[in-house]
């Protein structure tokens, strides 16, 4: 069914719309005046209508009303009724006239005869002819009308009235010929535009209205509300400057480019038949953009038909879910199936998340320059893969790290400060050794204080210590207890250490004479049959044996099997095996009290050097 069009429209006669009024090509109507207006550009136009196709047998629904007005033309009326004037007729009549009152000139009668009683008592003029009776027209004469108006042939013979039915013949009256007045032909429609039922016609009911998909080639401006049932098909701009509200289960604008002032869109939103905003977190569990798309390999599916998300997974997404709509999303968030990146427009491959430079993948980190923290960093390890020269971590607390576990300290392996040979500068303090130092190897004894890399011998400067630039002590020659300077060496009188370390050994008594100037230093002690003691290297000597000196006579042989003590060329020392025995060589002059001993102390595991004068 055609909807309905009401143009804009007058009650006021002889109002005339001007071109404020209407915009071009807008129809208005004067409804007193039956005037419709249009406007074409500039002005404004009354619509003129083709005259009333005649017809030939015009039928009358009831009274016709002349309004003052004549019917003219040629032709007769043919009545079948009874024609009543209340001015008269002019014209001749003919038929049979059952009176003749209303014949205002009596000359117009030339045939018939008048009845006596229309006749006056007395007649006063001349009457020619003859009449044998006055009671009818000796010859009947018909009345008729013809022409737009019809009326039946009625016989007339002067002795009844005639009543003539008049019938106005179709399309009989001209409108604008034989009419006056404001009056519409016929109305008619616009192509593709507004189209007119029964508008042509006596007594149609014109009803105008839109075409299906009507195209309307000028601007429509529409004073009330407009309801579309249907589609609404624009295919210009639409301008609307109040609000617009659409409703219905889905909404699509197919625009190249959509622009939108308002700074705030929402999405979700619900309101109550009153119009008050009802959203909340069930009846918008989900929302936000997607860029529609079939290709792709998005990182998640961001698919829930339960949350009423279901657009396909490879569109790009950017959409808040509330908690627990996927597994292990226990908080309300914002999602995104693709990367995403802020400030950039590099991201390596693999890259899910970008801040300028700063990228990172579903585990790690994988590019950041520098992280600011105030506060606590927590991981389970730290990496630097720094190049060689730049320092991998800068603190500045030299508070002690508890369980600080390092592989390097100052580039060097935690073994390398186990190892007393890397001791390259500085002196141990004397707290760190024990109070005895331990019987040692010559080529154990490293770092000596004072004892730079050389040699080192007697006053001869015949070469008996070999130190390397490591301060270690590679090689000793044949040594004699002579000279000065060293570290000195320490004198005990029956094992109690003297007070001070001596840098000379003197020994005195008339049996007792040191000689040498050479390698070999000998000392002589006299007495006993004990001539000499030489000093000689015989560490490379397996079959060398210790030399005891018997009790009775003071003779000093050599002891293979000495009872006690035995010699260890492996170790190259005397070793104790009966702990009754603990001295290794003592020299006795039985003729006096002197005595030299070279004991072995166990607690210290050393040689003691002790001489006595008495």
Not at 293 to 307: D, F, K, Q, R
Not at 418 to 434: E, H, I, K, Q
Not at 600 to 614: Q, V, W
Request: hydrophobic share 35%.
């Amino acid at each position: 069914m055609a909807n309905i069009f009401k143009p804009k429209r007058s009650t006021t006669a002889e109002s005339v719309p001007t071109t404020v009024d209407l915009a071009d090509g807008e129809l208005a109507i004067n409804i007193p005046d039956k005037k419709i207006y249009i406007r074409d550009d500039t002005e404004i136009v009354q619509i003129n209508f083709s005259p009333v196709v005649e017809d030939t047998t015009p039928q009358l629904g009831g009274d016709l009303d002349l309004n003052n007005s004549d019917i003219t033309g040629t032709g007769n009326i043919n009545i079948t009724g009874i024609i009543t004037s209340s001015g008269g007729f002019v014209g001749d009549l003919i038929g049979t006239a059952t009176t003749a009152t209303n014949l205002a000139d009596a000359a117009n009668i030339t045939t018939g005869t008048i009845s006596d009683d229309r006749l006056p008592a007395t007649i006063t003029s001349d009457i020619t002819g003859n009449a044998g009776t006055a009671t009818s027209l000796a010859t009947a004469r018909n009345f008729e009308i013809t022409g737009d108006v019809v009326a039946s042939v009625i016989s007339f013979d002067g002795t009844g009235n005639v009543s003539l039915a008049a019938t106005i013949q179709p399309n009989s009256v001209a409108l604008g010929d034989d009419t006056t007045g404001d009056f519409v032909q016929s109305i008619t429609g616009v192509e593709n535009e507004i189209q007119v039922i029964n508008g042509t016609g006596e007594g149609s009911t014109p009803t105008i209205g839109f075409v299906d998909n009507p195209t309307i080639g000028g601007n429509v401006t529409i004073g009330q509300d407009l309801t579309v049932t249907r589609d609404l098909q624009v295919t210009r701009n639409l301008n609307v400057d109040g609000t617009i509200t659409i409703g219905g289960t889905s909404a699509t604008i197919f625009a190249e480019t959509l622009k939108i002032s308002d700074p705030d869109l929402i999405l979700g939103f619900r309101t109550d038949a009153g119009g008050n905003d009802i959203s909340n977190d069930t009846t918008a569990n989900h929302g936000g953009v997607a860029l529609a798309s079939t290709e792709g390999s998005p990182l998640i599916t961001l698919v829930n038909p339960g949350a009423g998300e279901t657009l396909p997974a490879t569109y790009k997404k950017i959409m808040w879910f509330k908690a627990n709509s996927f597994t292990g999303l226990n908080t309300d968030a914002w999602l995104s199936n693709y990367a995403f990146g802020v400030g950039t427009t590099s991201m390596s491959a693999g890259t899910k998340f970008a801040v300028g430079n700063i990228e990172a993948d579903f585990d790690d980190i994988t590019a950041v320059r520098n992280i600011n923290s105030s506060g606590v960093i927590t991981a389970t390890s730290l990496v630097s893969n720094v190049a060689q020269g730049t320092a991998p971590l800068t603190v500045t607390s030299n508070t002690l790290v508890t369980n600080l576990n390092a592989d390097l300290l100052d580039g060097q392996e935690g073994s390398f400060y186990t190892n007393a040979s890397n001791l390259a500068s500085g002196t141990v303090p004397d707290a760190r050794f024990p109070a005895t130092l331990p019987a040692v190897s010559a080529v154990n004894l490293t770092g000596l204080t004072g004892a730079a890399a050389g040699t080192y011998g007697d006053a001869s400067n015949v070469s008996q210590i070999v130190v390397d630039a490591n301060g270690r002590i590679t090689s000793i020659s044949e040594v004699a207890i002579s000279g000065s300077g060293g570290g000195g060496v320490t004198v005990q009188d029956e094992g109690i250490a003297l007070s001070t370390i001596a840098t000379t050994l003197n020994f005195v008594g008339a049996g007792v004479v040191a000689t040498g100037t050479g390698a070999t230093k000998t000392i002589t002690i006299s007495g006993e049959g004990v001539s000499s003691i030489n000093a000689v290297d015989e560490s490379a000597d397996t079959t060398c044996f210790p030399l005891f000196a018997t009790t009775a006579t003071g003779a000093v042989e050599v002891k293979t099997d000495a009872s006690g003590l035995i010699y260890d060329s492996a170790n190259e020392r005397l070793q104790s095996t009966d702990v009754a025995v603990k001295g290794a060589v003592r020299v006795e002059n039985s003729a006096s009290t002197e005595r030299f001993e070279i004991l072995y102390n166990e607690t210290t595991d050393s040689l003691d050097f002790s001489y006595f004068a008495s």
